[in-house]
Nanobody, 119 residues
């Protein structure tokens, strides 16, 4: 199994920045891809960004492209989400998740970290 712990959330004004971290432990050698997701109150969970663990290739949802940057540190087994130019609509609980190469879905999830952007 893989355990994931997020941190870095908080309250920030519109236009501000936050950096989220997700530390992985356990069977980290099995990680193929890590992703960041978010869920706002009353809304469905949505994918924000993802990164392939081996080559660092990335993908972003259109609504964050140019503002958010996903990265990883393989030595520290940590994924990051740098969030700039935050908007009130970015307010949500942010989750990181990981998946193995052999499994098509994200099977390990963190507990989430709250991000609140005030106007």
């Amino acid at each position: 199994q893989v355990q994931l712990v997020e941190s870095g959330g908080g309250l920030v004004q519109a236009g501000g920045s936050l950096r989220l971290s997700c530390v992985a432990s356990g069977r980290t050698f099995s990680i193929y891809r890590m992703g960041w997701f978010r869920q706002a109150p009353g809304k469905e969970r949505e994918a924000v960004a993802r990164i392939n663990w081996s080559d660092g290739s990335t993908y972003y949802a259109e609504f964050v492209e140019g503002r958010f940057t996903i990265s990883r540190d393989n030595v520290k087994n940590t994924a990051y989400l740098q969030m700039n130019s935050l908007k009130p609509e970015d307010t949500a609980v942010y989750y990181c998740a990981s998946r193995d190469l052999s499994i098509a879905t994200y099977d390990y999830w963190g507990q989430g970290t709250q991000v609140t952007v005030s106007s």
